[in-house]
Structures are given as structure tokens and as C-alpha cells.
């Protein structure tokens, strides 16, 4: 993790040079590998969007561009940069000015002159929160991915089932209406011989009915094991 964090893009927007001076060398020697400085604040805009900083130390008084108009902008395009935190550069604390860089979305503040043990800790904590807002959206993506195999997993099941149950009803139609045809006139034949007085029906006539009654039966029967088999019941 501590790796992960020394490889986090850092972009340094400030007018006054020395103060980028001071932020880079404090960044080069905690090991920071990934840092960008800015001292033309209408630059800041375009280089963010080309950059992509999980943290921008961002000085709120800057001529032609502000810190505040700075992220008035990003404010709006907040669905992009889920992930950045803005670490505001100010003189100014009073409560007045804190208020509205965090209703401007900063994430924190740090006041000059620096106090570097400061600067660092509260870099750290920042780029904490980042990899750990990261870590929990690669989690959800692997969740809702999961999710949705499962679902596509349950829909074909239920899809299978469905053709089981079709084939089920089929068979039913089949065995109450079909197969009861033939066996009505199968169990009429027997009767008949069993009748001792004369039915008017020759004993080769009923034979012909209980065989032809049976080899329907039996085709039937045969159809119902070929819609079993392709519905894997």
C-alpha cells in the first residue's frame, strides 16, 4: 500500500515559485515519483484533465484564475474526478474563506508559511483516503460483476425450467387425452369378449381394435419419452 501511495499523481498549482519549490523537494524526499507543478493557473483546467492528479495542492489566491474558480469548475465535472482530493494552499483561515473553499469542494487545508511535518501527514492521510475510496470501487465492480453472472446463471436456469414445465404440460395434454382415446376402445374390446351372446362383433374384428388401440397406446408412449429426454426430465 505504502507503494501504491509514493506512485500517486500529485499536481502543484501556486503562482509564487518558491512555495512549488518547497512543496516538490518535501515530495521528491518522502519518495513521491509522479509529481506536476503549475505556477499559470489558467493552465490548471486543461492540465488536470490531461494529468488526471488524485491530489491537487491547489493556492486559493491566484491572479487571472483562482483556486475558488478552479474548483467551481471541477465542482461540475465531479462524475470525472470521483476519486481527487483537493488540498487547498492558503494564508487566509478565517472561517469565512474555509467555509467556502469546502463548499467548493476542498478536501483539506494547509496554511502558509508550511509547516512541512504538516504538509506531509496531511498528504498521507489524503492519499489514504484515495486508495481506500479506490480499493472499495474495484470491490463494487467485482461485486456488480458477480452479480450479474449470477443473475444471467439464475435467468437460464429459470429458462430451462420453464421448457421442463412446457414439456411437462404437453405430456399431461398427451397422457389425458391422447393415450385415453385408444384405451377407451381397448377396454370397449375386451368387454366385448367377455359378452357371452353375440355383440355383432366378429373375435377378429375386436382383436383388430385392442391391436390397433395398442399401437397407438405404444407410439404415444413413445413420443412421451422422446419429450422427456429433450426436455431432461
Known amino acids: 500500500m505504502k507503494e501504491d501511495l509514493k506512485d500517486a499523481r500529485i499536481l502543484i498549482v501556486d503562482d509564487t515559485l518558491a512555495n512549488i519549490e518547497v512543496l516538490e523537494n518535501l ?22 484533465f490531461e494529468f488526471k492528479p488524485e491530489l ?22 465531479a462524475d470525472v474526478f470521483t476519486l481527487m482530493r483537493i488540498l487547498v494552499l ?74 421442463q414445465n412446457k414439456a411437462l404440460r404437453e405430456i399431461s395434454w398427451i397422457q389425458s387425452h391422447v393415450v385415453r382415446a385408444p384405451l377407451a376402445r381397448m377396454m370397449g374390446a375386451i368387454s366385448l369378449l367377455e359378452i357371452k351372446d353375440d355383440a355383432g362383433v366378429t373375435q377378429e374384428e375386436i382383436m383388430e381394435i385392442v391391436i390397433t388401440s395398442a399401437n397407438e397406446i405404444d407410439k404415444t408412449v413413445r413420443e412421451i419419452s422422446a419429450k422427456s429426454a429433450q426436455a431432461n426430465i
Open 90 to 163: 492558503t494564508a487566509d483561515i478565517t472561517p469565512e474563506s474555509k467555509k467556502k473553499a469546502l463548499s467548493g469542494g476542498a478536501s483539506d487545508f494547509l496554511t502558509k508559511p508550511f509547516d512541512l511535518t504538516e504538509v506531509d501527514l496531511r498528504i498521507k492521510n489524503l492519499l489514504y483516503t484515495v486508495y481506500l475510496m479506490s480499493q472499495l470501487t474495484n470491490q463494487n465492480l467485482i461485486l456488480e460483476e458477480k452479480v450479474k453472472e449470477r443473475t444471467q446463471e439464475l435467468e437460464k436456469n429459470l429458462e430451462a425450467i420453464e421448457l
Open 56 to 77: 491537487i495542492l491547489l493556492d486559493l489566491m491566484m491572479p487571472q484564475v483562482s483556486g475558488f474558480d478552479i474548483m467551481e469548475i471541477l465542482k461540475k465535472e
Open 27 to 48: 515530495l521528491m524526499m518522502k519518495g513521491y515519483t509522479n509529481v506536476k507543478s503549475i505556477s499559470d493557473s489558467t493552465q490548471a483546467i486543461a492540465t488536470i
